[in-house]
């Protein structure tokens, strides 16, 4: 399977980065999704130092596809780090980031495509994500959570004032700009990434494609959320054994991005609150995993 797809430029070629970390069959399951596209691909698998067979099952699936690369991490080094090993070895002018459990249909890449090719000033563009169950998922399209923002969200506001996400909004009839997408599937172009640069892997887990979208928006470019694609999340297949270290890595990013992109707009005081408010939110969340995982415990003696 360590064979690159690189065989000379290929007109039209999207360059899909998979980031995989124990993603068991969902993996095989999201390439061979995207291995069936219309649209030319070569897929980078970087895989941050697995120990279950999704990279074993991966490989019986494909049949060890030329189009496949696999990047194989020492280490765990996080989402945003691993990801940028891909980015310097595609061959592509549009990047695809997916996750492993992520379910593409065989057209997705070339509408994704032809939307950027509609919208030049567009740096990145992602579908509605679904759950499971059809539904639209949370985090497909929203505004940048500004430190109010989250407060609404975290306390039950919501009712009464706007947290920032859009899924319970009616969907538009044609792509439109939104603040930020979700980085489970994001198409992004080549020379947008040059003219603002990679993720930011300072970011371990989560909120490195809110920092990205602000990042964009800075240099000028849009955002957009294309309401007639659909992709299918099973969300949270990597994490799903872990979810107290997930939380912790979420909490911490989400202070690095208050701290790198709010610092200059909000008193010390007041950010110093926020700080205080994410920490306190995962050790009620750590606390409430604990208690789960006693009462389990005790149910099955």
């Given at each position: 399977?360590?064979?690159?797809?690189?065989?000379?430029?290929?007109?039209?070629?999207?360059?899909?980065?998979?980031?995989?970390?124990?993603?068991?069959?969902?993996?095989?399951?999201?390439?061979?999704?995207?291995?069936?596209?219309?649209?030319?691909?070569?897929?980078?698998?970087?895989?941050?130092?697995?120990?279950?067979?999704?990279?074993?099952?991966?490989?019986e699936r494909t049949g060890n596809d030329p189009r496949v690369l696999i990047i194989r991490n020492k280490r765990?080094?996080?989402?945003?780090?691993?990801?940028?090993?891909?980015?310097?070895?595609?061959?592509?002018?549009?990047?695809?980031?997916?996750?492993?459990?992520?379910?593409?249909?065989?057209?997705?890449?070339?509408r994704m495509n032809e939307v950027l090719d509609r919208y030049p000033d567009a740096a990145m563009a992602g579908p509605v994500i679904l759950?499971?169950?059809?539904?639209?998922?949370?985090?497909?399209?929203?505004?940048?959570?500004?430190?109010?923002?989250?407060?609404v969200r975290a306390f039950g506001?919501?009712?009464?004032?706007h947290d920032f996400l859009l899924n319970k909004d009616s969907l538009p009839d044609e792509p439109v700009s939104v603040e930020a997408i979700s980085g489970s599937f994001m198409f992004v172009r080549q020379s947008a990434i040059e003219d603002a640069g990679p993720l930011d892997d300072g970011y371990f887990l989560h909120c490195e494609d809110l920092d990205w979208c602000v990042r964009f928006g800075r240099k000028g470019w849009k955002i957009l959320f294309v309401p007639g694609i659909s992709v299918k999340h099973y969300k949270g297949a990597c994490s799903i054994n872990r979810p107290v270290f997930v939380e912790w890595q979420k909490h911490k990013g989400m202070i690095r991005f208050y701290k790198k992109i709010f610092r200059r707009q909000y008193p010390l005081a007041l950010m110093g609150l926020v700080i205080f408010g994410v920490w306190f939110r995962f050790s009620a969340i750590a606390l409430l995993f604990l208690a789960r995982r006693i009462i389990n415990g005790i149910k099955q003696k």
């Open positions: 399977m360590n064979v690159s797809a690189k065989s000379g430029k290929i007109k039209g070629l999207c360059s899909v980065i998979i980031v995989n970390f124990n993603a068991g069959a969902f993996l095989a399951d999201c390439v061979q999704s995207v291995l069936s596209s219309t649209q030319p691909v070569e897929i980078l698998v970087v895989d941050n130092a697995s120990v279950d067979n999704s990279l074993r099952v991966m490989a765990n080094i996080g989402f945003a780090a691993a990801a940028n090993l891909g980015l310097v070895r595609v061959q592509g002018k549009r990047v695809l980031f997916l996750n492993p459990d992520c379910i593409i249909q065989p057209d997705t890449i070339y759950n499971p169950d059809g539904t639209e998922q949370e985090g497909a399209r929203r505004t940048i959570p500004t430190p109010w923002r989250s407060f506001l919501s009712r009464l004032f």
